[in-house]
C-alpha cells in the first residue's frame, strides 16, 4: 500500500485512494477464498463417485490450503502493480490541474510569510477583542454598583425630605437652619460643660 497521503485526491473524491485499493484488494481477496472452497468441494463430490481412491478429505484440504497460498502470492504481486497503475493513471490528480473550490487560490495567492502575517493580524485582533469584552464587562459591573449607590442616595434624599417636613410640622424653618442651630447649641453645650468641669477641678 502507497504511504502518500493523497489528501488532495481525499478532497475531490471523498475518500482516500488508498482507502479504495484496500477495499478493492479485500474483495478480491475474499472472492479467491470463495472459489477456492467451491473448488474443494468439487474435487469432493467427484472422489464420491471414486469408490477405490485412497485421497482423504484431509488431504484435499492440505492440498487445497497449498493452491491458495500459491494463488495468493501471485495474486499480491499482481495486485501491487494494479495498485501502482491505479493511483499513479486513474487515482491521481496532476499538480497542473486545480479543483474548482481552490480556484480563489489562484486569484489571489499567498506566500507563507503574507499568510504568517494573517495569522500575526487574526491573533492580535482576538487579543485586542477579548481586553474590549474584558473591558466593558469591567465598565457593566460598575455601572451596576453606580445604580446600587445612586439608589441608596435617593433613599437618604427621601429620609432628608421626610426629616424636613417634620421640622416644618413642629415650627421650625428649614432642615438646614434646623441643622445650623442644633450645631451652635451643641457647642455652647460643650463651651458650658467645659466650664463646669474647670470650676469643678478648682473647687476640689
Same mark, same amino acid.
Given at each position: 500500500?502507497?504511504?502518500?497521503?493523497?489528501?488532495?485526491?481525499?478532497?475531490?473524491?471523498?475518500?482516500?485512494?488508498?482507502?479504495?485499493?484496500?477495499?478493492?484488494? $479485500?474483495?478480491?481477496?475474499?472472492? %479467491?477464498?470463495?472459489?477456492?472452497?467451491?473448488?474443494?468441494?468439487?474435487?469432493?463430490?467427484?472422489?464420491?463417485?471414486?469408490?477405490?481412491?485412497?485421497?482423504?478429505?484431509?488431504?484435499?484440504?492440505?492440498?487445497?490450503?497449498?493452491?491458495?497460498?500459491?494463488?495468493?502470492?501471485?495474486?499480491?504481486?499482481?495486485?501491487?502493480?494494479?495498485?501502482?497503475?491505479?493511483?499513479?493513471?486513474?487515482?491521481? $490528480?496532476?499538480?497542473?490541474?486545480?479543483?474548482?473550490?481552490?480556484?480563489?487560490?489562484?486569484q489571489y495567492p499567498y506566500s507563507?510569510?503574507?499568510?504568517?502575517?494573517?495569522?500575526?493580524?487574526?491573533?492580535?485582533?482576538?487579543?485586542?477583542?477579548?481586553?474590549?469584552?474584558?473591558?466593558?464587562?469591567?465598565?457593566?459591573?460598575?455601572?451596576?454598583?453606580?445604580?446600587?449607590?445612586?439608589?441608596? %442616595?435617593?433613599?437618604?434624599?427621601?429620609?432628608?425630605?421626610?426629616?424636613?417636613?417634620?421640622?416644618?410640622?413642629?415650627?421650625?424653618?428649614?432642615?438646614?437652619?434646623?441643622?445650623?442651630?442644633?450645631?451652635?447649641?451643641?457647642?455652647?453645650?460643650?463651651?458650658?460643660?467645659?466650664?463646669?468641669?474647670?470650676?469643678?477641678?478648682? $473647687?476640689?
Open positions: 500500500m502507497s504511504v502518500n497521503p493523497m489528501a488532495y485526491e481525499a478532497q475531490f473524491f471523498g475518500f482516500t485512494p488508498q482507502t479504495c485499493m484496500l477495499r478493492i484488494y $479485500i474483495a478480491f481477496q475474499d472472492y %479467491l477464498f470463495e472459489m477456492m472452497l467451491v473448488v474443494e468441494s468439487v474435487i469432493l463430490k467427484k472422489l464420491d463417485g471414486f469408490p477405490g481412491c485412497k485421497i482423504s478429505p484431509f488431504q484435499i484440504r492440505k492440498s487445497t490450503e497449498k493452491f491458495l497460498l500459491f494463488m495468493k502470492e501471485h495474486f499480491d504481486k499482481l495486485f501491487s502493480k494494479m495498485e501502482e497503475v491505479l493511483l499513479q493513471l486513474v487515482l491521481n $490528480i496532476p499538480k497542473n490541474v486545480l479543483l474548482p473550490e481552490d480556484k480563489v487560490h489562484e507563507k510569510a503574507q499568510f504568517q502575517a494573517l495569522q500575526d493580524e487574526i491573533h492580535q485582533l482576538q487579543q485586542q477583542y477579548r481586553a474590549e469584552a474584558s473591558a466593558g464587562q469591567a465598565l457593566r459591573a460598575e455601572l451596576e454598583e453606580q445604580k446600587a449607590v445612586q439608589a441608596e %442616595l435617593e433613599k437618604i434624599l427621601q429620609w432628608f425630605d421626610g426629616l424636613d417636613n417634620i421640622c416644618r410640622e413642629h415650627g421650625t424653618g428649614n432642615l438646614e437652619e434646623s441643622f445650623a442651630f442644633l450645631t451652635q447649641n451643641s457647642k455652647k453645650l460643650q463651651d458650658v460643660l467645659k466650664d463646669v468641669e474647670e470650676k469643678s477641678k478648682k $473647687i476640689k
